[in-house]
């Protein structure tokens, strides 16, 4: 049965087990509803090191990195808050409806403003206001040039909340609007951290990169991967500074 409770400036409905202490140390993890396998492996670097932390995990329970940030959460022992784009009592998807009832399980929350609202377009800013207020950190891990994700981050922006960004491949669509928070010094850019170094040297690629430099189709016909597992996992290696590229070659890095 949903409840009714005053959250700072907003009046929300909510499931779960209500626990104060649950926003004392949050963050937002949010991105592209179109995440690519690059987003993915962000996310699973990222949310248990926040988790380890202490932080819960706010997102938008949208499909994308939104469910990818909760799931990964779930699958750490953390808790998370979802904030819904529509009415608590509007109907769910089986697989949300799963998700849903995980998190109030481990001790998360669903909250949202409407009581019955269907999704629409307006609702999903609304939402995302709700996001960046309970939110001490914001991350946004995929964003096209413009996106929900985008607005989440000015919002929190306004409230003086502290932003930091995934840089992504140059080529990527939805890494547009995170290179640009980056670039414009709008967000503070989020790498790997030593740990997440040492969990990317023993892959297939790593292995075969030890024994010569090689391009991206190289490593497709050694490893069998499509080319966009293959790139996604580069970038990541890169941004560890793992390896380094010269010329369309990759190469192990001696640092």
């Known amino acids: 049965m949903e409840k009714v409770k005053r959250l700072g400036k907003f009046r929300v409905y909510w499931k779960g087990d209500w626990d104060g202490k649950i926003f004392e140390k ?3 993890v949010v991105g592209s509803r179109r995440m690519t396998q690059y987003g993915q492996r962000v996310v699973e670097k990222l949310v248990p090191a926040l988790v380890h932390e202490g932080w819960t995990i706010v997102s938008g329970f949208m499909y994308g990195v939104d469910q990818a940030a909760h799931r990964t959460c779930l699958e750490v022992g953390g808790k998370t808050i979802a904030v819904l784009g529509w009415g608590i009592n ?16 481990t001790g998360g929350l669903v909250i949202s403003e409407w009581e019955e609202q269907q999704p629409a377009y307006w609702t999903f800013p609304a ?3 709700i996001v960046a ?24 922006r ?15 669509l939805v890494s547009v609007g995170t290179n640009k928070l980056i670039a414009s010094c709008q967000a503070k850019m ?6 997440t170094k040492s969990n990317t040297k023993q892959t297939e690629i790593s292995i075969a990169l030890q024994n010569e430099s090689l391009t991206v189709d190289d490593l497709v016909r050694k490893t069998g991967r499509s080319a966009e597992d293959v790139g996604s996992e580069l970038t990541m290696m890169m941004l560890a500074g793992d390896i380094v590229e010269k010329d369309g070659k990759y190469y192990v890095s001696e640092n």
Not at 158 to 168: C, D, F, Q, S, Y
Not at 190 to 195: I, K, Q, R
């Open 133 to 156: 207020a309970i939110s001490q950190r914001i991350y946004v891990v995929e964003a096209a040039a413009k996106s929900g994700a985008l607005i989440t981050a000015e919002m929190g």
């Open 127 to 129: 939402r995302n206001k």
């Open 158 to 172: 306004e409230l003086g909340k502290e932003i930091w960004a995934v840089p992504g491949p140059i080529t990527s």
């Open 190 to 195: 989020w790498l790997p951290d030593s740990d």
């Open 90 to 105: 509007y109907p769910m998807s089986n697989d949300q409806c799963s998700m849903s009832n995980r998190i109030l399980e």
């Open 26 to 28: 949050c963050v937002a």
